[in-house]
């Protein structure tokens, strides 16, 4: 398993950093305040990346309004611990595509909203997952890689290209969360997809 200490050694080991953080909560080095300061911004990037199986999450979305404008019949608070809603779920697992329910993003003086049509809205949305114990092992690989390049301006020695660098770490991020994305992929099997109008008036 995974500590945020360990991901961030991850992300100085990708840049060729030796020096090693004991613990990222104390350390005064340079190294450990880059990680600091740059390690919840690049959880919540890679969370975002992807729709991460370890961190889905499904809940009822608490009413804010009826009628909130001409356009749309309910809003809803948007959840506090999401961090990228996926759909509004309805009728069956494997909607097609003229069944998905509509819903748009709003704000208010309180925070975000979920505008949509649907009663009793229920969301499925990507969690903010904070214990580093529930991250497999391609998540964590590719979070140090997303954190690798941010920390690079100030860790890394003069002498180094910093901007050619980083499109090598930005390079490896996407080659990683190609890696999950397939993992992910085998972690699940679909409902076949609905039948067209077309084919269910052949049949």
């Known amino acids: 398993m995974f500590s945020e200490t360990d991901i961030c050694n991850m992300a100085l080991s ?5 020096k090693e953080i004991q613990n990222i909560e104390t350390d005064d080095s340079e190294e450990a305040r880059a990680c600091r300061r740059w390690y919840k911004m690049s959880r919540e990037v890679t969370l975002r990346d992807l729709p991460w199986r370890f961190a889905s999450k499904t809940a009822a979305l608490a009413l804010v309004e009826e009628k909130p404008d001409d356009e749309w019949a309910y809003s809803y608070r948007y959840p506090p611990d999401c961090v990228s809603l996926r ?7 494997n909607p097609g595509h003229n069944e998905r329910i509509p819903y748009d993003l709003r704000f208010d003086d309180a925070g975000s909203l979920v505008y949509t049509d649907q009663q009793d809205a229920v969301a499925e949305y990507t969690a903010r997952v904070t214990d580093t ?12 890689w997303r954190l690798s390049y941010y920390v690079v301006p ?9 901007l ?25 099997q679909r409902d076949p997809e609905p039948a067209s109008e077309l084919e269910r008036a052949r049949n």
């Open 14 to 18: 990708n840049i060729g950093v030796g």
């Open 87 to 93: 759909r509004i779920l309805g009728a069956g697992r």
């Open 133 to 144: 114990m529930r991250y497999p092992a391609d998540f964590a690989l590719a979070q140090s």
């Open 154 to 162: 100030r860790v890394v020695g003069s002498g180094v290209d910093t």
């Open 164 to 188: 050619k660098l980083r499109l090598e770490v930005e390079k490896q991020y996407q080659i990683h969360l190609s890696k999950a994305a397939r993992n992910s992929m085998n972690e699940f």
